[in-house]
Structures are given as structure tokens and as C-alpha cells.
């Protein structure tokens, strides 16, 4: 079975963080670098599954109509909640709390930005979403449209890596990461392609 998680496109509203709260659509850049992306990397899907994030789910409609693709809209694929940094620029938060900024980056577990979602409980929902894709899906070709997050913890699901591992893997708009589940259980195949 592979898994293709395919992160959305440049949100309208510039660089900001963008978790489970804030539900920007795409730009128009970003619709050119998801189409860009699915037909640089043109495979046989045999579904299509995306969190209901617009940023997300807008594309994955518009490609299932398109290529005749069944479609699931998961909602526990959502971003994960950044709580008071919803909405804000890295450089706003950088300006007024440096400190706190650099302590989420150096231990995204334990240093959340109030009222964040717990990057443990995060990183169980993604896991339980793609177990139960990988069970109704066996055997398939998935195509998941979802947000840095997701991919990120799929990644160190895959890795078998704790989740304070996710922020040390770069997710650039559009980017292509494709997962396997054989025997051995699951592999990354390749990152941000």
C-alpha cells in the first residue's frame, strides 16, 4: 500500500500560523502549486482522503471530480491547534516573545503556546486517522491532502520518532511525501518531493 500525503498550497493571508482555527482558503499561487504538484508526480490513486481544512479539502474536491476519484473528508487530518499564535506571523511573535518562540522550537512537547493543542494527543489522532485509511484502504494507492503537521507526524510515525521530532522536518508548500505499509510495516519512501 503507499500513502501519498500531499500538503496544501500557498493560504491566502500570507505566512502565518495556520492551525485547526484559522481556515483560509487557497491563494491562487497556492491552487497553481497543488496542480503543479499532482501532475508533476502523477500517479494512480485509488482515493482520495483530506482534512476538511479549505486550505485542504477545496483542492481534493475540485482533483476528485476532475480524475473521477473517490473522496473522504477526515476531519481528524485537521492541522494541529496552535492556540494563541492562531493567526499570527512568526516575525509578530518573534518581535513580542522571542523567548517563547525559541522554547517551542526547542521543545514543541513541553513549551506549546497557550491554549495549543498537546503535540502527544496531535500526534495519536493523526496515527489512529491513518490506521484507519491504511484498514479500509489496504492494498490501495492514497492520496491525503493535509497540512506540514500531519505530514510531519506521519513522518515520525513512520520513523517510529517521538513527535517532539516534528519540527526539525521542513514542509514547503505543495510538497509531495510518500509513505509504504508491506510486511514490515511502514516506511517513508520519499519526503517533499
Excluded at 74 to 103: C, M, N, Q, T
Excluded at 144 to 169: C, E, F, K, N, Q
Aim: with cysteine; charged share 25%; aromatic share 6%.
Amino acid at each position: 500500500m503507499l500513502i501519498d500525503l500531499l500538503r496544501h498550497g500557498e493560504p491566502e493571508g500570507g505566512q502565518r500560523y495556520r492551525g485547526c482555527g484559522i481556515d483560509d482558503p487557497l491563494s491562487e499561487t497556492g491552487w497553481a502549486q497543488m496542480r503543479a504538484a499532482v501532475q508533476a508526480n502523477a500517479a494512480s490513486w485509488d482515493h482520495i482522503i483530506t482534512s476538511p481544512m479549505r486550505r485542504c479539502r477545496e483542492f481534493a474536491e475540485a482533483l476528485s471530480r476532475e480524475r473521477g476519484i473517490a473522496l473522504s473528508v477526515e476531519p481528524e487530518l485537521r492541522e494541529v491547534g496552535f492556540g494563541s499564535w492562531e493567526g499570527r506571523s512568526p516575525e509578530a511573535i518573534k518581535a513580542e516573545a522571542l523567548d517563547e518562540y525559541l522554547a517551542f522550537y526547542s521543545d514543541p512537547v513541553g513549551a506549546r503556546p497557550a491554549g495549543a493543542e498537546p503535540l502527544d494527543a496531535f500526534a495519536r489522532r493523526v496515527r489512529l486517522a491513518l490506521a484507519a485509511a491504511t484498514e479500509r484502504h489496504a492494498r490501495g494507492h492514497l492520496l491525503v491532502v493535509a497540512h506540514s503537521g500531519v505530514i510531519r507526524a506521519a513522518i515520525t510515525l513512520a520513523m517510529d520518532v517521538s513527535p517532539a521530532a516534528l519540527y526539525r522536518l521542513r514542509m514547503p508548500y505543495a510538497a509531495l511525501t510518500r509513505l509504504r505499509v508491506d510486511e514490515r510495516g511502514m516506511s517513508v519512501e520519499f519526503v517533499n518531493r
